[in-house]
């Protein structure tokens, strides 16, 4: 609460999709501490894949093309973009983690995490021969 004790203005940034239950736990929590005395961010040990989702969609696949542009790397910034269209890719010819296949439809089909990056690293290798 050590934003509270200073008086700046805090938010709370969660992800149901880790832990439902603890976030859920946590997210009313906080609720009544905003309810009480203001608005609230406490971080917790999955705040960086929070903010790592937040800098993806901000400046592209999870920030490596923004980061080429600060270092003046045209070869990262080259890789950042393959690497993102070749997921794009992957995605779209129908190999996705069950979150997204879940949204497509019930009859699609799904990998798993190491399914989908095993994809994506093939799919990158014949993209950069």
Not at 19 to 35: I, P, S
Not at 56 to 83: P, S, T, V
Request: glycine share 10%; proline share 1%.
């Amino acid at each position: 609460m050590y934003g509270l004790l200073k008086g700046w203005p805090v938010c709370l940034s969660t992800k149901n999709t880790i832990l439902e239950a603890y976030d859920g736990r946590f997210k009313d929590l906080f609720q009544d501490v905003f309810d009480a005395d203001g608005f609230v961010w406490e971080c917790k040990s999955d705040d960086g894949d929070v903010q790592s989702d937040t800098v993806a969609q901000g400046f592209g696949f999870l920030g490596l093309a923004h980061r080429g542009k600060l270092d003046g790397n045209q070869k990262l910034i080259d890789y950042a973009l393959l690497l993102e269209k070749v997921t794009v890719d992957t995605v779209e010819a129908g190999q996705m983690t069950e979150d997204l296949a879940q949204l497509v439809g019930d009859t699609q089909k799904w990998l798993t995490t190491e399914g989908f990056l095993e994809a994506i690293a093939d799919d990158l290798d014949e993209a950069m021969a």
